[in-house]
């Protein structure tokens, strides 16, 4: 089964400070995906990766920035958090070959005070 | 713009209940159109995925199909662990020369409670 894991589950941060939040995934997956969900607004994108350190912008990627060093590895990192990006992160990948189904983690729930 | 609109934003059923979920949805060119089901604090499972209108997927109590314009989820005879936020998605095709990269636009979810 694919895997894709998320290194913390719960993670609290105080305003102003450097945040990273890392996804693995072990299926050899050329894309990756990283969204955040708040109740009433569903899944959005943040930013995606379809190879090695490449990257585009999803649809709200303003404070956020990523990274992918290596093929299983995708970063998100904020700059300097702040409250409004209090909310659940999910990373995802795919193939790049039909079905293009994605594969979600299980989420980090950060919470920025 | 892609969207996608799920309704009914909450659902209760009892016990044996059936149901269905509606997911309308407007796109550029539908490459494929998910349904994942989420449990609190967890992220998305994949349940189906349905390409082209006439379409039909079932697993267990749950039968997902398609239109060209939307999406029904049918819930048969639900049972309390049926009871999740269940979420609708698009894929597009690539256009202008570019490639969607399976990027997926996600509705708001239809938050789905069965009482025994």
């Known amino acids: 089964d694919v895997k894709v894991t998320q290194s913390s589950r719960y993670l609290v941060k105080r305003t102003g400070e450097k945040v990273f939040l ?26 995606f990766s379809y190879d090695v350190k490449m990257k585009e912008k999803g649809d709200i990627p303003e404070g956020y920035s990523v990274s992918r060093e290596k093929k299983e590895r995708f970063s998100l990192i904020l700059e300097s958090a702040s409250t409004n990006q209090t909310s659940m992160y999910l990373c995802a990948s795919s193939p790049s070959t039909a079905p293009l189904r994605q594969f979600f983690g299980p989420g980090t729930r950060l919470t920025v005070l | 713009e892609d969207q996608v609109t799920q309704s ?9 209940e059936s149901s269905s979920l509606n997911c309308s949805y407007t796109v550029s060119g539908l490459r494929g159109l998910f349904w994942y089901r989420q449990d609190p604090g967890k992220g998305p499972e994949f349940l189906f995925t349905l390409y082209s209108a006439g379409e039909e997927k079932e697993k267990e109590r749950l039968k997902a199909t398609l239109t060209k314009k939307e999406s029904f989820l049918h819930i048969t005879a639900p049972k309390p662990e049926d009871s ?13 020369g570019g490639t969607s990269y399976g990027k997926l636009t996600f509705g708001q979810g239809t938050i789905l409670t069965v009482h025994p």
Do not use: K
């Open chain 1, 22 to 47: 890392e996804c693995v995934q072990d299926m050899d997956h050329e894309n990756m995906f990283w969204y955040r969900q708040d109740p009433g607004l569903g899944l959005r994108l943040i930013y």
């Open chain 2, 8 to 16: 009914p934003e909450a659902l209760r059923l009892q016990e044996g």
């Open chain 2, 84 to 96: 999740a936020t269940y979420l609708c998605a698009v894929q597009p095709y690539s256009n202008a």
